[in-house]
């Protein structure tokens, strides 16, 4: 691929807001909470979302083979020697621990790409640390994190609202976008393939249903 190609795929600001509108029409079909801000006095703004995340500890975990919830195919590992089926497996007392979310997504102009910020907290109020959010990523996503933690979830100012959030570094996003969009040939709705690409790794996943809202801009030109 060619750097004019490249080039293409390179997300800019009036596309951003443009696919930030379709992707915000489906949410509010489906009822999935997303909300537009605008900045005062600017038609600019950016996509945020709140929720709250329950996750259960106890001496075993719950394990289904064929679980929905489970990204990665579990290791022999996650089960105990003496399990014969597919049955879900609960041993001892369990906790559930409920982490509160709050999720944005911006345009980046250095970047020229969406950049997604998040906070928690628990219900107390006492927010997460870096190093609790680093332990919360999923096993799947450990070994990039554990290559690059700073590379690859960073703590910074609120571009916006000028408080601590912690954000998914947006280096490496026109590189793996270009790849997907030039497999789909440019069609798809560029906000739900990179949230879908980038939120499970910090616990946010979209609905399927997204997948099936394909927006594909011909014969529209948008600067």
């Excluded at 750097?3 to 509108?21: T, W």
């Excluded at 020697?81 to 999720?103: T, W």
């Excluded at 096993?139 to 590379?151: I, T, Y």
């Excluded at 709705?189 to 011909?218: C, D, F, H, M, Q």
Aim: net charge negative; with cysteine.
């Amino acid at each position: 691929m060619n750097a004019e190609s490249k080039n293409d795929f390179v997300l800019g600001e009036q596309k951003f807001r443009y696919f930030c509108m379709e992707f915000l029409k489906h949410s509010q079909n489906i009822g999935d909470g997303w909300e537009w801000k605008n900045l005062q006095g600017s038609d600019e703004g950016y996509l945020t979302k709140t929720c709250y995340q329950t996750k259960t500890f106890g001496s075993e975990q719950s394990h289904s083979k064929n679980s929905d919830d489970q990204p990665c195919t579990p290791s022999m590992e996650d089960f105990p020697e003496d399990q014969e089926d597919d049955s879900v497996i609960q041993q001892g007392p369990q906790e559930s621990e409920v982490i509160h979310y709050e999720y944005h997504v911006l345009y980046s102009i250095s970047y020229q790409a969406p950049v997604l910020y998040f906070r928690a907290s628990f219900l107390d109020g006492r927010p997460l640390t870096l190093e609790e959010i680093w332990h919360r990523v999923h096993d799947c996503f450990k070994p990039r994190l554990l290559h690059g933690p700073w590379e690859t979830i960073t703590q910074k100012e609120h571009p916006v609202l000028g408080q601590p959030f912690f954000a998914l570094h947006p280096c490496r996003t026109n590189e793996f976008m270009s790849s997907i969009q030039g497999a789909t040939n440019g069609e798809g709705n560029y906000i739900s393939s990179w949230l879908s690409t980038v939120g499970p790794v910090v616990g946010l996943s979209l609905p399927l249903s997204y997948a099936k809202t394909i927006e594909r801009i011909a014969g529209q030109v948008i600067l």
